[in-house]
């Protein structure tokens, strides 16, 4: 007999994902959408979807599936740093890159980034446009203007920079971090794409990008708290995420999330090969 279907948890409820994979405890599956509304199946167009399932017997959830890029599960280097390579040049420093988001890391017009880091300004705007997204002009207002001092509170709230490795348990939904998200997620005309490459422009080190190229490739369409559980998990990634950026000539600036995202991003573009 099948019991109660479970609640979606609130950060779930919340996201903008447009289908979540349930498994609470051995029942059947449960799709529902964004808004919470019950599906049979998922759609046609599925491309790959996170299962969830209670973590502990107080009813706590936990995201367990995410799959790493092919060149990331291959022990070999070879075709991640063939990607990087690809992507930001074989002299990265002299931007001979045919990709515009070579730049989105170091781009830096005024040379106030680093004083910058706790406000959303001008520069981050034309940063996003490298990752071929543009910002709609409500939303730029209020990030640069009517909610300039909101948002500003927010990246304090979320603290300096650091390593998603380092997050090693699961966040509340009252985090700083989902708060951020979720307000950015909501500007008019914006959406989780854009949201994560503005908050990764902020904190490039904490939050990866998200896309459907990169949702198709990890066969996951949620992909901050997969990807910290990973890490959480296998810690070692973090180091070989380092040593391909090491290893491609690139700046500090380029987090290992950064490699992540663009070692994913090449792959679903154009083969693992």
């Known amino acids: ?75 070999d ?76 509170d927010l990246l304090e709230q979320l603290g300096e920079d650091r390593d998603l490795v380092e997050e090693r348990e699961p966040w509340s939904d009252d985090w700083s971090g989902w708060i951020l998200w979720r307000e950015l997620d909501a500007l008019p005309g914006v959406g989780p794409t854009i949201a994560s490459k503005l908050l990764a422009r902020k904190r490039p080190r904490l939050r990866p990008i998200y896309d459907t190229v990169v949702a198709g490739v990890l066969g996951s369409q949620l992909l901050w708290e997969p990807l910290r559980a990973h890490l959480a998990a296998d810690p070692e990634l973090h180091g070989r995420l380092l040593r391909l950026r090491d290893q491609a000539n690139l700046p500090a600036a380029v987090s290992a999330l950064r490699v992540f995202d663009v070692v994913t991003w090449m792959e679903g573009k154009y083969g693992a090969a």
């Open 77 to 152: 280097d070879h075709r991640a740093l063939a990607a990087l390579t690809r992507y930001y040049g074989q002299a990265p420093a002299e931007h001979s890159s045919p990709f515009t988001g070579a730049r989105f890391d170091t781009w830096d017009s005024t040379g106030t980034r680093h004083a910058d880091r706790h406000r959303f300004t001008a520069d981050d705007l034309v940063a996003v446009t490298f990752l071929s997204v543009h910002v709609p002009a409500q939303a730029a207002v209020r990030l640069l203007d009517t909610q300039a001092a909101h948002f500003a």
């Open 1 to 75: 007999m099948v019991g109660p279907e479970p609640e979606l948890p609130q950060s779930l409820e919340k996201t903008r994902d447009p289908l979540i994979n349930l498994h609470p405890g051995g029942q059947r599956d449960l799709f529902v959408n964004a808004h919470g509304r019950k599906l049979d199946a998922p759609p046609d167009n599925e491309i790959g979807l996170p299962r969830v399932r209670p973590r502990d017997p107080h009813g706590r959830w936990e995201i367990v599936s995410m799959r790493l890029p092919k060149s990331l599960q291959d022990p």
